[in-house]
């Protein structure tokens, strides 16, 4: 019975760590959809720092 247990508090504590990076990536999807005008994702602001200076 304790090693079933034990086994179980493994599983669980995989799901929430699978559960939580789903829910990151999600969250960096959402915001590289986001419209110009909204919060910027970090890879934005970096592309137009280095494309105005050649321009």
């Not at 986001?34 to 970090?42: D, N, R």
Request: aromatic content about 8%; charged content about 30%.
């Amino acid at each position: 019975m304790k090693k079933m247990v034990k086994e179980d508090d493994v599983s669980l504590k995989n799901l929430e760590y699978f559960q939580e990076k789903e829910k990151v990536q999600a969250h960096r999807l959402y915001f590289t959809k986001l419209p110009k005008g909204a919060t910027i994702p970090p890879s934005a602001p970096s592309k137009r720092h280095n494309s105005s200076p050649q321009n």
